[in-house]
């Protein structure tokens, strides 16, 4: 067996965390896999002063829109195919990093967010489909999934400090959490819950508005989730909200795998 440690990281600009020097703990880490979303930068401009460890492999999909969006995956187990999964990203926003491994199948993924208007909450919605039906059609091929990112929805009121004040925002709509519902029922499991249980008040995304972060009045936007197949090798799963630099916090995963998957 062999325990594999995952982390996963809205840094809201990855030039802008470099400035902060708020990457640095990675270099004090066991990270095998590190995921980050909304990068906002093409592959040449990220800063090579982020942190000093090396990784085998960076694989990184931006935004056809300069300075929104992107993607990037830092691994230090070498792939058997990368793609884009621009059939679920069919706007070419830089989304989605697919990384194959053995049977596993990663997915690192920066949902969009519906809060802009009624047309980017019905992209939001499609792209969910389009996403589950390709998660659905990797299961298929005999895959076992990891997925993570920032998913822009709370699942439950115990996901969000203020559920009624939100109950009408993109976010934590009805429809947007029933999709949550959906995907869990298909056998996805969301490893954060599955390990902590009911704990309270864990949020990985907070405004920045009217000292949010300090008050925790917070969101549980950012997910591991696993195929149920891998549910026996969920080893932990955390959410590190002293970690500062974005409005984002990073979250982990660790796994213990076979080595032949």
């Known amino acids: 067996m062999e325990e594999l440690n995952f982390i996963s990281w809205n840094v809201n600009g990855i030039r802008a965390v470099d400035k902060k020097q708020a990457l640095g703990w990675i270099d004090k880490t066991?990270?095998?896999?590190?995921?980050?979303?909304?990068?906002k930068a093409q592959k040449e401009q990220i800063p090579p002063s982020i942190f000093t460890k090396e990784f085998c492999e960076l694989h990184v999909n931006s935004s056809c829109?300069?300075?929104?969006?992107?993607?990037?995956?830092?691994?230090?187990?070498?792939?058997?195919?990368?793609?884009?999964?621009?059939?679920?990203?069919?706007?070419?926003?830089?989304?989605?990093?697919?990384?194959h491994f053995g049977n596993v199948v990663f997915l690192n993924v920066y949902f969009p967010n519906g809060q802009r208007n009624e047309e980017r909450l019905e992209y939001k919605m499609a792209f969910y489909d389009r996403?589950?039906?390709h998660c659905e059609n990797l299961r298929k091929d005999g895959k076992s999934l990891i997925?993570?990112?920032?998913?822009?929805?709370?699942?439950?009121?115990?996901?969000?400090?203020?559920?009624?004040?939100?109950?009408?925002?993109?976010?934590?709509l009805?429809?947007?959490?029933?999709?949550?519902?959906?995907?869990?029922s298909l056998g996805y499991i969301d490893t954060f819950r599955y390990v902590n249980g009911d704990i309270e008040d864990k949020y990985s995304w907070w405004s920045y508005r009217a000292?949010?972060?300090?008050?925790?009045v917070g969101w549980r936007i950012d997910y591991f989730f696993v195929s149920q197949d891998?549910?026996?090798h969920i080893i932990d799963a955390k959410i590190h909200d002293d970690i500062l630099g974005s409005d984002h916090c990073p979250i982990s995963l660790t796994l213990k795998l076979p080595k032949e998957m």
Do not use: Y
């Open 65 to 99: 829109k300069k300075g929104q969006s992107g993607v990037a995956l830092f691994s230090a187990v070498p792939s058997i195919k990368s793609d884009i999964a621009q059939d679920v990203d069919i706007l070419d926003e830089g989304r989605i990093n697919e990384f």
């Open 131 to 133: 996403f589950l039906e």
């Open 147 to 172: 997925i993570c990112g920032d998913v822009n929805t709370a699942h439950k009121e115990i996901d969000i400090a203020r559920p009624k004040a939100n109950e009408n925002t993109s976010g934590f």
């Open 211 to 216: 000292g949010a972060r300090g008050n925790n």
């Open 30 to 39: 066991k990270v095998d896999f590190l995921a980050l979303q909304e990068i």
């Open 230 to 232: 891998l549910q026996e």
């Open 174 to 184: 009805k429809m947007e959490r029933e999709w949550i519902d959906k995907f869990l």
